[in-house]
């Protein structure tokens, strides 16, 4: 059984605070890394994709790869109260079918 | 702007009624794909279309049917659904094969009710 696993939290930070999110994932045998925004009552919002190990910078946003250790994160720095949402992690193992195995997801609070 | 659409954004339907809901993308993809989200959950998925034909079913009840008619539409049956059917109901697309078949775009939902 494929799993993704992150704290479901609220993790809460202040404002201009950065936002670490974590994900782990269980099978070795896993291709690409997404980090997915939702907001209350929306759809999931594409913000960050990664497929190689190290760091991938977008703007505010980094992604954090470690495949030897089975993780990936998501750094938000200069957070804003409009960073408060929901954030999913997803992983694609097979290149064939497509699928996306998501984790539960961690609630961001951004205080002002 | 959301290159994937769907119609209705809400849907109200009683355990008899037959409706659709409606996807099209614009954006050239050849993968296109039906999750289900209750609230505070993540998207489970159900089916998925690469280049019109269905490729996976995640052993979905056959009261959800699906249906690709060209490569930017995508509709999904509904048919004596139940209360437990109530969902957040998503389309994604993407490509199917390639270096960019990665990446998943999702339209902005149905929200349904069954009553």
């Known amino acids: 059984q494929k799993e993704v696993e992150q704290n479901s939290g609220p993790l809460s930070v202040p404002e201009g605070a950065i936002a670490s999110l974590n994900c782990t994932y269980s099978?070795?045998?896993?291709?690409?890394f997404f980090w997915y925004r939702q907001y209350s009552g929306k759809s999931p919002e594409l913000i960050m994709s990664i497929y190689s190990n190290g760091d991938k910078e977008d703007g505010r946003f980094t992604a954090q790869l470690n495949k030897a250790s089975q993780y990936v994160s998501l750094l938000i720095r200069d957070s804003q109260p409009s960073d408060s949402a929901t954030y999913l992690c997803?992983?694609?193992?097979?290149?064939?079918?497509?699928?996306?195995?998501f984790g539960q997801g961690t609630t961001l609070q951004v205080k002002p | 702007d959301t290159e994937v659409t769907q119609t209705p954004k809400h849907l109200v339907m009683g355990m008899t009624n037959k409706k659709s809901l409606k996807c099209e993308q614009h954006m050239g993809h050849r993968a296109m794909y039906w999750y289900k989200q209750k609230a505070k959950k993540p998207p489970e998925l159900m089916f998925v279309y690469s280049y019109e034909k269905l490729s996976i079913n995640e052993s979905v009840p056959s009261r959800f049917s699906p249906e690709c008619p060209n490569s930017s539409l995508l509709n999904l049956h509904l048919h004596a659904l139940q209360p437990e059917d109530s969902a957040l109901y998503l389309c994604?697309?993407?490509?199917?094969?390639?270096?960019?078949?990665?990446?998943?775009?999702f339209g902005p939902g149905t929200r349904l009710t069954v009553l």
């Open positions: 997803a992983v694609k193992y097979s290149s064939n079918t497509g699928k996306l195995i």
């Open positions: 099978d070795r045998v896993s291709q690409s």
């Open positions: 994604a697309s993407s490509q199917p094969s390639g270096a960019s078949a990665r990446e998943q775009f």
